[in-house]
């Protein structure tokens, strides 16, 4: 598509104008982690890295970096089975109502936070009579990571075609060699961007996990959310804040050069 001169200005002006607006305050958290001042004063008196050495320091931090890890991975995992043994079934096979299980499997991620937290919430307490802790908030954290490997995973196979896979069994390979030897090989990098993505999602979720976290445990963004108002404690939130902003970059580059992959390996099929 040919554009006009006028039409490039007016979109580089627009890009321009939404990054600013997106990234203007998160690099003020960075610029505030260095911030003399408690009330962090614009322009900053001062600079220090004192902030940054209380952070590293800090107990509960640590405990809630550590317990969001842990929630995160096993949530990648279990999203990773769930939702490549989805996108193989939808996408590889068809039977009545094939569609409406598709809907059913991205809804949570459209939900709203608050529905989908308070819904858990009922359905563990209540239904079920299980105590919320560590095993609740895992749940919750892969009924939406689900999706991100999902949609990853059936894009891929719809790219991909049936055809070596047909081969592949034709020539006497079963079934489960056939997806090991054929069919996983080809999803490798789009499953991986995928665990990249909901590992993402589920570190740094906090409106579900309000809902169906125990008592005495506490993930790092609501840690942050507690302690931010803390007279004492902001400026070690802004550092964690400014680390998790950096500690992001990582794997959402690798999800997007892994997708990149996918997308010049289909091209040359």
Not at 106 to 117: D, F, K, Q
Not at 183 to 200: E, H, Q, V
Not at 228 to 240: G, M, S
Request: overall charge positive.
């Amino acid at each position: 598509m040919t554009l006009s001169p006028l039409m490039r200005r007016v979109l580089a002006v627009s890009t321009g104008l939404a990054l600013l607006f997106v990234y203007t305050p998160l690099a003020l958290v960075v610029l505030n982690s260095f911030n003399t001042s408690r009330t962090f004063a614009w322009p900053p008196p001062g600079y220090t890295t004192e902030w940054w050495q209380a952070a590293w320091h800090s107990q509960g931090a640590r405990d809630a970096v550590w317990v969001s890890v842990q929630v995160a991975i096993v949530a990648t995992l279990v999203a990773l089975v769930l939702g490549t043994m989805a996108a193989l079934a939808l996408q590889r096979f068809r039977f009545f109502g094939r569609d409406t299980v598709s809907l059913l499997i991205i809804l949570p991620i459209a939900l709203p936070g608050v529905v989908t937290g308070v819904a858990l919430a009922n359905f563990f307490t209540t239904m079920i009579g299980i105590q919320l802790g560590m095993f609740t908030l895992i749940v919750s954290h892969a009924t939406f990571c689900i999706v991100t490997v999902f949609n990853n995973a059936v894009a891929r196979l719809r790219r991909l075609g049936s055809n070596l896979e047909e081969a592949s069994m034709d020539l006497g390979a079963g079934t489960f060699r056939t997806f090991y030897k054929i069919t996983l090989p080809m999803l490798r990098s789009s499953l991986l961007a995928g665990c990249l993505l909901a590992f993402a999602l589920s570190f740094d979720e906090i409106i579900v996990t309000t809902f169906t976290v125990g008592q005495g445990i506490q993930t790092l963004p609501i840690w942050i959310y507690q302690n931010l108002f803390r007279p004492n404690q902001a400026p070690v939130v802004n550092v964690v804040a400014a680390v998790l902003i950096l500690a992001s970059i990582v794997p959402i580059w690798l999800a997007q050069k892994l997708a990149g992959t996918d997308e010049s390996v289909a091209a040359a099929r």
